[in-house]
């Protein structure tokens, strides 16, 4: 790869093939693949568990000292979505494993210059209309992390004793309720919108009837679960094992997006 001292290696976690040889003469594995929002719920199996269940059985059997998976803060929510369930299966997979130490990290919602998926995602249905329809009253709570902050968190692990067996929030500095994050993110891009409130239960069944009809609909439940609920994970422990420390989401905001806030917004809402 141009520009860092590494070897490239492509393979797919699907297949078998792929895994042989891989971890050969390796002491840490990093495991970040995974797929996060897709219209064939079938992937979260393939990839999610099925993917993560043979990279814990090819590190096993290369004698990896650490393997570090890479989980979600939407593990914690009172109703799973398929993704947080495949990504739980995926935490208890790395801990059944005795052959090697592990350690997992719960990324909260994750941003840098260019996006980060959901993030990205948010953001462009914000910026798609003059009145945006926003599920709920806003009130979730938020940990938004630079990704930059997510990347140190995840290097002090590798070959640290000290975060063998743990689990660890790699979240942002503060937290924040969802309307505000927001607003937040429109007026770092120089914009304002009115918000319209629509009811949770308005929203879910609008997204059951599109889920029918629709491939790839425009709403779906994963992506109210990501709005109604709280990710509000302390990152206190890895402050302390790892020495992580965050920004807020105003300082992360300020070094991503310095060259468009606008000042803040005076966004309206009405509840439908």
Not at 7 to 17: H, P
Not at 114 to 132: D, H, I, T, W
């Amino acid at each position: 790869m141009a520009g860092l001292d590494c070897e490239l290696i492509e393979g797919d976690v699907r297949a078998a093939a792929s895994i042989p040889g891989l971890f050969d003469g390796v002491g840490t594995v990093y495991h970040l693949a995974a797929i996060i929002l897709s219209p064939d719920p079938a992937l979260y199996d393939s990839i999610n568990r099925r993917g993560t269940a043979q990279m814990v059985e090819g590190a096993a059997r290369a004698d990896v000292e650490h393997f570090i998976y890479v989980s979600s803060a939407s593990v914690t929510y009172p109703e799973l979505t398929r993704y947080a369930e495949s990504k739980l299966v995926g935490e208890a997979l790395v801990k059944s494993e005795h052959h090697f130490e592990y350690t997992i990290a719960r990324p909260t919602l994750v941003y840098d210059e260019s996006g980060g998926q959901e993030f990205a995602l948010f953001l462009k249905y914000l910026q798609r209309s003059p009145a945006v329809p926003f599920i709920g009253n806003g009130n979730a709570w938020k940990r938004p992390v630079w990704a930059q902050d997510v990347v140190a968190g995840l290097a002090a692990m590798a070959g640290n004793p000290r975060c063998y067996g743990k689990t660890y929030n790699l979240s942002g500095g503060d937290r924040i309720r969802m309307i505000d994050l927001a607003r937040l993110m429109l007026a770092h891009h120089g914009q304002r919108r009115l918000f319209l409130h629509v009811p949770v239960g308005v929203a879910s069944a609008v997204a059951h009837c599109l889920k029918l009809i629709m491939k790839d609909p425009p709403l779906t439940t994963q992506a109210i679960a990501g709005i109604i609920n709280d990710a509000d994970l302390p990152p206190d422990e890895a402050e302390r094992d790892l020495g992580y420390r965050p920004l807020d989401v105003h300082a992360g905001f300020a070094r991503c997006f310095h060259g468009n806030q606008s000042g803040p917004s005076a966004t309206k809402e009405i509840v439908t």
